[in-house]
């Protein structure tokens, strides 16, 4: 038996790790679900588009590029911090 503690469960934090993704709960309760076909991060880029009038902004964005990250990879973990 190994004496470092589980990379995946820490101070009621816990990542489960699947075939094609993962899980993130937190006390028992899932709060993120991650897998190839049902991506929880994308990344992309965007072009800002700002309308001032009287001191009112309103803020829009057009979408110019996006991608879903589907692949994961649990890389290190410690007692409050896990890098995916």
């Not at 899980?23 to 897998?35: F, M, P, T």
């Amino acid at each position: 038996m190994s004496d470092s503690p589980d990379l995946r469960v820490s101070k009621g934090l816990r990542i489960d790790e699947y075939v094609n993704g993962f899980a993130l709960s937190v006390h028992g309760r899932k709060i993120i679900e991650h897998s190839i076909k049902s991506p929880f991060v994308e990344i992309g880029s965007s072009e800002p588009k700002v309308e001032s009038l009287s001191g009112f902004f309103k803020i829009r964005e057009g979408i110019l590029q996006r991608k879903s990250l589907k692949t994961h990879k649990l890389l290190s973990g410690s007692k409050n911090q896990y890098i995916l």
